[in-house]
Nanobody, 123 residues
């Protein structure tokens, strides 16, 4: 079994920044790809970013490329999502996931999920 706990969400003005963290336990973190997804009210969950097990390859949704950066620290069993130049349309619950492959954007391709952290961007 694996546990994922997200943190770092909150309320920020448009143009601001937030850094999300996801702490993993119960599984060999360093051997697994990690992903970030988000879900806005009334919308389906969508892929945001993915990173391979060693951190050498990253993948981004077109809507966040150039603004968001995914990274990981295997010594701390933690994956991060640095979000800059935030826009109101980035408002959503953000989830981290594992048990999938970093380049697979479909949520059904991932096995384990955290509980999510709310990000709200005001205009």
């Amino acid at each position: 079994q694996v546990q994922l706990v997200e943190s770092g969400g909150g309320l920020v003005q448009a143009g601001g920044s937030l850094r999300l963290s996801c702490a993993a336990s119960g599984r060999t973190f360093g051997n697994n790809d990690m992903g970030w997804f988000r879900q806005a009210p009334g919308k389906e969950r969508e892929f945001v970013a993915g990173i391979n097990w060693i951190g050498s390859s990253t993948y981004y949704a077109g809507s966040v490329k150039g603004r968001f950066t995914i990274s990981r620290d295997n010594a701390k069993n933690t994956v991060y999502l640095q979000m800059n130049s935030l826009k109101p349309e980035d408002t959503a619950v953000y989830y981290c996931a594992t048990g999938g492959l970093a380049y697979i954007p479909a949520p059904k391709g991932w096995d384990y999920w955290g509980q999510g952290t709310q990000v709200t961007v005001s205009s």
